[in-house]
């Protein structure tokens, strides 16, 4: 059975920090570039609700469900996203990566790729999970199209599951990635970060 516990992870210029308060308005700073909180699928918080943000996550924590982190860009200093394990089941050796987001500037680079490259290879290779699930709101195709090219396998879709900040209640498309499964999708998160380096 695995036990989930907080570390910093690091490479190719970005570093995951365990969540704390101090990250408070560095996450609203990252959430200003692009107005994320305005797609109505995302869990990006709005203006002046980032304390409550964090406060979910510090819960979830504590009740042993999730793990979060701030992303720090290295070069910059600054934050410029975040994103956690959740629905962590440690008796099936099994977590989840979501909560993911990303300022503006840096969507389409390196970044998420890092990002999971450094939650794969610590979940699979640190924690000894058998098994990493994602999910997404079904009209999130942006995410759908990242998760798949990470080399995930579609589950399938949770109809009606999940409350989204409008009110309205979305479908979940879930995804899983198998310790069996991850030298192949290591592999390709790999060649797909040299390919960045050589843009």
């Known amino acids: 059975m695995i036990t989930v516990r907080p570390a910093t992870l690091e490479a190719n210029g970005i570093r995951l920090e365990p969540l704390s308060s101090e990250h408070h308005d560095g996450l609203e700073a990252a959430a200003a570039d692009g107005k ?18 964090l406060e979910t996550a510090f ?16 070069k910059s200093g600054q934050i410029v996203g975040s994103t956690r394990y959740h629905d962590i ?23 998420n790729t890092t990002c999971k490259l450094l939650l794969l290879s610590y979940g699979f290779e640190q924690l000894n999970c ?8 079904n009209f999130n195709f942006t995410s759908q ?16 599951h999940w409350p989204r900040r409008d009110g309205s209640i979305r479908d979940t498309v879930m995804y899983s990635i198998l310790v069996s499964e991850w030298p192949d999708v290591k ?13």
Do not use: F
């Not at 089941?89 to 970044?111: F, L, M, N, P």
């Not at 199209?145 to 009606?160: C, F, H």
């Open 36 to 53: 994320l909180w305005e797609l109505w699928y995302t869990s990006v918080p709005a203006p002046g609700e980032t304390r409550a943000y």
């Open 59 to 74: 819960k979830g924590q504590k009740n042993g469900d999730m793990l979060p982190w701030a992303v720090r860009d290295l």
């Open 89 to 111: 089941i440690a008796a099936a050796d099994r977590v989840e990566i979501g909560w993911t987001w990303y300022a503006k500037r840096c969507q389409r680079s390196h970044v």
């Open 130 to 137: 058998k098994v990493i699930g994602l999910r997404t709101d």
């Open 145 to 160: 199209r990242a998760i798949e090219a990470l080399g995930a396998k579609k589950d399938g879709v949770l109809r009606n």
């Open 187 to 199: 592999h390709h998160l790999e060649r797909r970060l040299k390919k960045h380096e050589t843009n």
